[in-house]
């Protein structure tokens, strides 16, 4: 399968996280796709430069004003202290309920607060540049399907189902799931259908289709009464206004074993095959896998194809994109055996 993949997402390297209270090094690192990068190429798959600039359907998927802060965001924290270069801005302040949050401040990190979900994703000098490589993926890859490719791996980092409209989140900063569909919209296609497998909601992804009806959002997650992202995710949100019925969630209980994330994958297949879709979406999260650090589902590598089998049965021309997954060391065989699946069926 024809895979893109830039070198530019090396760029995005923040050194720490908070996790447990603690300074953690990152889950989301380069080395994650440097394990899916070296994988590909030993199965003798393609890997090409992303050859599309993402900056209209970004325009459509994105407020302007997130847009001109993530882009401008390491030069105006930069600019507040020299040292600062080697510091990552963390928001430590949020426009919660009763808050505004139509009116932007002026300080760095209340903006940071206004445009973030949590203070999970770190910021770096690269990130801009990375994220935006990942949405040239997005959209070079809705451009293979236009000509007749069958399936596309955009094989990017960071991920991008949590971020919204106007805020980063998760690791995620662009949401380039939703680029895609956006794009294969923009395309042509009239019915668009995007399926979540990541192991936590992709909130992000929801919200940007939740009053549609041309892109449906199906998604399999950990529910969200326990599991990131906690404010989102849950059986009864179906959609609203135009989009009623055209989302469904599919909770699992943490610790869900394999079988009852299949039962809930043939739900959610029924559900893609109704709307009768010209294209599909995958946002392709491997953190369902048992030996992932910050998860709970008990997927194994053999799991992983029979994914890949059982998505080309749907007989739709598929994007795939990158999202969690972080036993960095087993990514790249996990997701090697989704598309090598999706190709043999
Ligand atoms: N701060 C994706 O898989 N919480 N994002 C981790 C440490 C956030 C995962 C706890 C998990 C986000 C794309
Ligand atoms: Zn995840």
Known sequence: MITFFSEQHALHAPEFEFFRGERVPCFESPARAVFVRQQLLARGHTLREPDADSRPVLAQVHTPRYLAFLERAWSDWMALDP??????????????????????PLNFTARLGLYSMD????????????????????????????AGERGVFCATRPPGHHAGADFMGGYC??????????????????????????????????????DRSDV????????????????????????????????????????????????????????????????????????????????????????YSRLGQRLAKLAVPTVFVLEGGYAAAELGVNAVNVIEGFEQD
Not at 136 to 142: K, M, P, W
Not at 193 to 204: C, I, Q, R, S, W
Not at 228 to 257: I, K, M, R, V
């Open 173 to 210: 900063f662009l949401n380039n799931a939703a680029v895609a569909a956006q794009a294969l919209r923009q395309q042509g296609c009239d019915r668009v259908a995007v399926l979540d497998v990541d192991y936590h909601h992709g909130n992000g992804t929801q919200s940007l289709f939740y």
């Open 216 to 303: 449906l959002f199906v998604s399999l997650h950990g529910d969200p009464r326990t599991e990131y992202p906690f404010y989102l995710g849950h059986a009864d949100e179906t959609g609203a206004g135009a989009g009623e019925g055209f989302n469904l969630n599919l909770p699992l209980p943490a610790g869900s074993p394999a079988c009852a994330w299949f039962d809930a994958l043939e739900v959610a297949c029924a559900r893609m095959a109704r709307h009768g879709a010209d294209a599909l979406v995958v946002s392709l999260g491997l953190d369902t896998f048992a030996g992932d650090p910050i998860s709970t589902f008990a997927l194994k590598a053999d799991d």
């Open 119 to 146: 203070n999970g994703s770190p910021l770096c000098a690269g990130t801009w540049a990375a994220a935006k490589a990942g949405a040239d993926a997005a959209v070079s890859a809705v451009g293979l399907l236009g």
């Open 83 to 104: 040292a600062n270069c080697a510091r990552q801005p963390f928001p430590s302040v949020w426009p919660v309920r009763t808050l505004r949050s139509d009116v932007e």
